[in-house]
């Protein structure tokens, strides 16, 4: 008697294991969850500086990018290592970091600048990395997020994962950006919170024009004003 009760007892959970196992919404559960895990951004880890690698480590320095006999960038930050080859740089707590551009009457202007914990440049591919949260700033407004990559030869922009962006009244926060600093059209994807004074919509896109202080809102678009 008691050895029967004892099986039955766990038989029964054994029963509804099988059963979940063989149910299509539980796989259904489960490859969701893995799809998000795989899709979902992952942070960047923060370059290190190489132990043994040949290079130069400034301390508590303010390093100048040049071009064309004018200054191209430059950084300030707590650490910064640059490899013997001058090929790689890499920049820790960053305070302020400053690139330029030329302007119309052939002087030079301001183009993006941001602090952040780390930011890494590849002086081949002209390609400068920044990480660790950002506090920045372009020409079209400033913005607020985690990680960016930014081409300083194409003035291309790069924002993976969220982004708040701000200028005057209008605020914009999206899940990524891209765009050109020097066409300063930017392009906000994912989902969309648009809030300009009294003024809040949703959707999918935007698109941004700089000089022409416009946008263009599309996809599922929801308005709400308050009177």
């Given at each position: ?21 063989q149910?299509k ?5 489960v490859?969701v969850g893995?799809?998000?895990?795989t ?11 190489p ?5 130069m ?7 100048v ?16 290592w640059?490899?013997k ?11 302020k970091a ?12 301001e183009?993006f ?5 780390w ?7 002209n ?6 949260g ?7 407004g ?5 990680e ?21 009244d209008l605020?914009?926060?999206?899940q990524?950006?891209?765009?050109n600093?020097?066409?300063e059209?930017?392009t ?11 003024y809040t919509?949703r ?12 946008y263009?809102?599309?996809?599922g ?7």
């Amino acid at each position: 008697m008691a050895r029967v009760a004892c099986s039955e007892v766990v038989e029964e959970p054994m029963s509804i294991l099988y059963k979940v196992l063989q149910s299509k919404l539980f796989w259904a559960v489960v490859l969701v969850g893995l799809a998000v895990l795989t899709w979902r951004p992952q942070k960047e880890l923060p370059p290190e500086i190489p132990v043994g690698k040949q290079g130069m480590t400034l301390l508590g320095s303010n390093l100048v990018g040049w071009e064309k006999q004018q200054p191209k960038w430059e950084v300030k930050a707590e650490t910064i290592w640059r490899s013997k080859d001058e090929k790689s740089i890499i920049f820790q707590k960053i305070s302020k970091a400053v690139f330029y551009k030329t302007g119309d009457d052939g002087g030079r202007e301001e183009e993006f600048s941001f602090g952040a914990p780390w930011a890494e440049m590849n002086m081949r591919t002209n390609v400068l990395r920044i990480g660790g949260g950002i506090n920045g700033r372009i020409e079209q407004g400033g913005f607020e997020t985690e990680e960016a990559e930014v081409n300083t030869k194409t003035s291309e922009i790069k924002v993976p994962g969220e982004i708040v962006f701000h200028r005057e009244d209008l605020r914009i926060k999206a899940q990524q950006m891209t765009g050109n600093l020097d066409t300063e059209v930017l392009t906000f994807s994912g989902e969309i919170l648009l809030i300009e004074g009294d003024y809040t919509a949703r959707g999918k896109s935007l698109k941004y024009y700089g000089k022409e202080e416009r946008y263009v809102l599309e996809g599922g678009i929801e308005v709400e004003l308050d009177l």
